[in-house]
């Protein structure tokens, strides 16, 4: 009898979380997206705690202080704004506010999009189509221009920025989840589940939900570029997030005055904006191909082929 814990398997044959670290190590354009988001996620969640204070005082002083002038001190390496504060510590807590509208509207819409998804695709040509027509309405509307009638009548605030951006991206969701549920509900297992008699939720939830969850993931991963980019744009017109909050994309519209003073306003936080969104657009290419089982062998071959 074969010993298990004793076979020669790698660790791009195993399961789980060591299977895609392998993986994702070998992909060196993926694993450098991946540690950039994380540092970036990291600064989001605790930067605030340490620089909110230095990032809201004001020194008239240093005002529109250049980059990389350290006489005033560390926070100054990026420059300081037209009221002297520091543009590092600025960029750091407004990354609180972009990636939490970005990860609450994509969270948003992704459970919204998915649930009526499930439903459209697995219940019948009747649900189906009522699902499908409010999809339908929803993308008949530009989605600037319903974000801007929204934001205008509730008012430019971190919740309704969420909903608006989230409404707007339903569709997307609801859609693709369909698609997936319709040839997934013909395979043999989830036959064997209804002849067995499970019930039409324990099958969803149960057997359907964990086939397509992996592409709900990769369109999500990279629908977060789109949901950041979409907001920045916002904040850009003066229809998104307002003062004393602070976003990227608000931070470049602070610094379009003095594009022929103080460049550097707009340029670190439309850099930010820049690297953030290419780290999500590799890291999803990568997950788009290991999380695909039909797939996963190109990123499995590498290790093979150096062998």
């Not at 907001?231 to 909050?245: A, K, R, V």
């Not at 191909?289 to 062998?307: C, F, I, M, N």
Request: contains cysteine; proline residues 6%.
């Amino acid at each position: 009898m074969t010993d298990i814990s004793q076979t020669n398997a790698s660790p791009a044959e195993l399961r789980g979380a060591p299977a895609l670290l392998a993986m994702l190590w070998r992909d060196k354009f993926a694993f450098v997206s991946a540690v950039v988001l994380l540092i970036i996620i990291i600064c989001a969640l605790i930067g605030p705690v340490f620089l909110g204070d230095l990032a809201a005082s004001q020194n008239l002083r240093g005002r529109n202080s250049p980059p990389f002038d350290l006489s005033r001190g560390w926070a100054f390496v990026l420059g300081g704004d037209s009221l002297g504060r520091p543009v590092l510590a600025r960029l750091i807590v407004a990354a609180q506010s972009t990636m939490m509208v970005a990860a609450g509207a994509v969270f948003s819409a992704m459970t919204v999009g998915a649930l009526f998804g499930l439903v459209a695709g697995y219940m019948g040509k009747n649900v189906s189509q009522l699902v499908m027509r409010l999809a339908d309405v929803i993308m008949s509307f530009p989605s600037l221009l319903l974000a801007v009638v929204v934001l205008y009548l509730l008012g430019p605030s971190v919740p309704n920025m969420i909903l608006v951006l989230a409404i707007t991206r339903i569709p997307i969701y609801l859609r693709t989840t369909r698609a997936e549920v319709l040839e997934v509900r013909e395979r043999m297992f989830v036959q064997a589940a209804v002849v067995m008699g499970a019930s039409h939720w324990r099958i969803i939830f149960r057997h359907i939900l964990p086939i397509i969850a992996p592409t709900l993931v990769t369109i999500a991963t990279l629908d977060f570029a789109f949901v950041m980019l979409a907001e920045s744009s916002l904040s850009f017109l003066g229809i998104g997030i307002q003062p004393p909050n602070i976003t990227w994309g608000l931070m470049v519209s602070q610094g379009r005055p003095y594009l022929n003073t103080a460049w550097w306003l707009a340029f670190w936080p439309g850099l930010m904006i820049v690297i953030t969104a290419l780290s999500l657009n590799l890291l999803s290419n990568w997950m788009r191909v290991a999380l695909d089982p039909a797939q996963r062998w190109r990123l499995e071959s590498r290790k093979t082929g150096h062998d």
